[in-house]
């Protein structure tokens, strides 16, 4: 797709390349040359206080909890002094 170089280096992405990765006004992308080719990368800005969230440790552990729900492997109390004597035991 052919694209012409506008006033202050922009250029605007075919709607085709924006449905097909999903972007949305403001979503940031990383841009960078190489090859003597332009990259554009979608990116994600996570909060720093969110990222332990997609750490593998913290993905391995999920998909664990995941399955303990998922084959019943959970115990439930009425209240928090009935956990602590479950944990206990």
Avoid: C
């Avoid at 841009?31 to 720093?48: G, R, V």
């Avoid at 399955?67 to 115990?75: H, S, V």
Wanted: no cysteine; hydrophobic share 35%; proline share 3%.
């Amino acid at each position: 797709m052919l694209r012409k170089l506008g006033q202050n280096y922009q250029i605007a992405l075919p709607k085709e390349v924006v449905n097909t990765l999903h972007l949305h006004i403001n979503d940031y992308l990383d841009i960078k040359a190489k090859d003597n080719k332009i990259i554009i990368e979608p990116q994600l800005i996570i909060p720093k206080n969110q990222a332990y969230f997609y750490t593998s440790e913290w993905q391995k552990e999920e998909t664990e909890a995941s399955e303990d729900i998922k084959k019943g492997r959970i115990t439930k109390t009425k209240n928090l002094k009935g956990l602590f004597k479950e944990l206990d035991s």
